[in-house]
């Protein structure tokens, strides 16, 4: 079992930067993959970036490629998100997600432990 608690989000201007965390505990956090979801109200939860355990393979969607940069420190069982160039269609509920096996996905059903979510909202 692992639990993932987010933080980082708030209100910021379009343009400007915001870098979300994603704690975990329990089980090893090494051994998983980890990815960041969002999910703007009335739509589904899109991928937004992930990361195998090592940090060797990284996928990012096309939507934030270029302005966002996922990270991780095993040591510390810590996941990041640095957003820069903000803009207000990123306002979203963030979460973190783990994955078991080792292989990047995109889709959310394949993400076996969540987080509860953390606000971003960016003004224009």
């Known amino acids: 079992q692992v639990q993932l608690v987010e933080s980082g989000g708030g209100l910021v201007q379009a343009g400007g930067s915001l870098r979300l965390s994603c704690a975990a505990s329990?089980?090893?956090?090494?051994?998983?993959?980890m990815g960041w979801f969002r999910q703007a109200p009335g739509k589904e939860r899109d991928f937004v970036a992930a990361?195998?355990?090592?940090?060797?393979?990284?996928y990012y969607a096309d939507s934030v490629k270029g302005r966002f940069t996922i990270s991780r420190d095993n040591a510390k069982n810590t996941m990041y998100l640095q957003m820069n160039s903000l803009k207000p269609e990123d306002t979203a509920v963030y979460y973190c997600?783990?994955?078991?096996?080792?292989?990047?996905?995109?889709?959310?059903?394949?993400?076996?432990?969540w987080g509860q979510g953390t606000q971003v909202t960016v003004s224009s």
């Open positions: 329990g089980r090893t956090f090494s051994s998983y993959t």
């Open positions: 990361i195998t355990w090592s940090g060797g393979v990284i």
């Open positions: 997600a783990a994955r078991i096996l080792e292989s990047i996905r995109t889709m959310s059903e394949v993400y076996d432990y």
